[in-house]
């Protein structure tokens, strides 16, 4: 079974530019997450999708971030514009519905210059 | 709000050592989830375990064990003779209600052979 995907899995651009990152879950994954991980910290919840819905985004910056689900399956996060500061790596995750495992992708290592 | 402590910044053993990494969480929640994770320089976080609050069995899967005691909030992991594979950063993460995982700030296991 296919593990989550996300691309890409690195990105390098210049402050100020708008960058998106792609997300597919496990198959037959009902409920989406977005983390952010900063350098030499655990990471922190972004957004939660229970299908389409957006459940959870008490966290999501919501001036320049943002998020959708289409459809219920694949997710993309963007940013915009992007700053400095949120150079970081962004990880996805998914699991059958909320109150089960989570399972990480890979992550997207973001470079903001 | 839940914390999850790590206190353990990095460890470093010569491989067939025995390690312990340390978890100590506060809550005021009776029912909650305990995870481990572990996430290899690759990036992604692995899934190891899932420890229901009212479970306080200790498990051992292969070289792998956990010793949760909930009268000292604590979920210890211990690596059986060392490998160098194992080095990694190891995270340790609670459930929040409506499953929002709350991580630590990892600790850095490097084996040397």
């Known amino acids: 079974e296919a593990g989550v995907v996300q691309s890409p899995r690195y990105k390098i651009i210049e402050k100020k530019q708008p960058v998106a990152f792609w997300c597919n879950p496990i198959s037959g994954h009902n409920t989406l997450y977005w983390y952010l991980q900063n350098l030499g910290q655990g990471p922190e919840l972004l957004i939660r999708y229970e299908n389409e819905e957006a459940v959870d985004d008490s966290q999501l910056p919501k001036d320049r971030f943002s998020a959708e689900r289409l459809k219920g399956v694949d997710s993309t996060l963007k940013i915009q514009p992007a700053e400095l500061g949120d150079s970081a790596v962004y990880l996805c995750?998914?699991?059958?519905?909320?109150?089960?495992?989570?399972?990480f992708g890979p992550g997207t290592r973001l470079l903001v210059l | 709000a839940q914390k999850v402590t790590q206190a353990q910044t990095e460890i470093s053993v010569v491989e067939k050592e025995d390690v312990t990494l340390d978890c100590v969480y506060e809550?005021?929640?009776?029912?909650?989830?305990l995870f481990w994770y572990k996430q290899p320089p690759s990036g992604e976080l692995v899934f190891l375990i899932r420890r229901n609050s009212f479970d306080e069995q200790n498990e051992i899967s292969g070289r792998y064990s956990w010793n949760f005691q909930k009268s000292t909030s604590s979920f210890n992991f211990t690596i059986t003779a060392s490998q160098v594979v194992d080095s990694a950063v190891y995270f340790c993460a609670y459930e929040e209600y409506g499953n929002k995982l709350v991580f630590g700030a990892g600790t850095i296991l490097r084996v040397k052979s």
């Open positions: 995750a998914s699991s059958l519905t909320g109150g089960e495992t989570q399972y």
């Open positions: 809550t005021r929640d009776t029912t909650y989830y």
